[in-house]
Each structure stands twice: as C-alpha cells, then as structure tokens.
C-alpha cells in the first residue's frame, strides 16, 4: 500500500483525513507535531507527506525544508494543508519544495484528487530515473 505521512496538530482533521485516506486504500503514518513528523519520515520513508504549516515544536515550513535537505527524503513529495492563505506563504511553501500548497477549508475530493495526481507524477519519475540509471 501506498504510506502518506499525515503531520497534522489538530486531533479532529487528523482523525477525519487518516479515516478518508484508509477508506481509499492508503496505509496512513501520523505526527501531531513537526519533531515527530521529522523523525517517522526519517524512519518510515513515506510515498507522500501532507503537512500541516502551524504545528508545535516545528512548524510545517521548517520540516519541508529539513525533507528537502536530506538525500534520503528529499525526493519524497509533499503536499501543505494550511489554513495560511496568504500569496507569500504559499509562495514561500512552494519554494521551499512543497509539490502543492492546499488552504483550509479544503474539500476532501479535491485533496484525493491531488494526491493521486502527485503520486502518479512521483511514480513517472521514479521509472524515468531507474530507466536512466538502468
């Protein structure tokens, strides 16, 4: 199964998304704060992250930028889900490395929508590269 780090403060949206990401057949991996979500992605090698900005300890800002960092996770795409809406945070989000930056309120079909759509352009890319290296 597909595995997507959920790094989400908020114990009612986590509960709601890793019910609705399970339903579709997705193995889901939580964090309530940003050190936990570092340290699971580290251990857990996630296909997918979907990160919450306004976090504890670490915000979502500063985990995409450690992701991004790291040769070992900074291939691993990631999905921000914030009720930041700001142009200069999500410009600043994507910058950072983020593959989409999604506002809350979100609707739920829209995000599922998106993760199949990263995770496909991921998997494009992981085969482009093993035919490369091949």
């Known amino acids: 199964a597909v595995r997507i780090m959920l ?10 998304l890793s019910f609705i990401l399970k339903r579709h057949g997705y193995e889901v ?3 309530i704060d940003g050190e936990e979500a570092l340290e699971k992605i580290r251990s ?17 800002f500063s985990v995409c930028k450690e992701v991004r960092s790291n040769r ?24 950072l ?16 929508a998106r993760i199949a759509s990263v995770l496909r352009q991921s998997h494009q890319q992981e085969a482009a590269n093993t035919e490369s290296s091949a």
């Open 7 to 16: 790094a989400e403060d908020s114990k009612g949206t986590r509960k709601v």
């Open 29 to 31: 991996i939580q964090a």
């Open 44 to 60: 857990e090698k996630p296909d997918l992250i979907v990160l919450d900005i306004a976090m504890p300890k670490r915000n979502g």
């Open 72 to 95: 070992e996770t900074r291939d691993i795409p990631v999905i921000m889900l914030t009720a930041r809406s700001s142009a200069k945070e999500k410009s600043y989000g994507l910058s």
């Open 97 to 112: 490395g983020a593959v989409e930056y999604m506002t809350k309120p979100f609707k739920l079909e829209e995000l599922l």
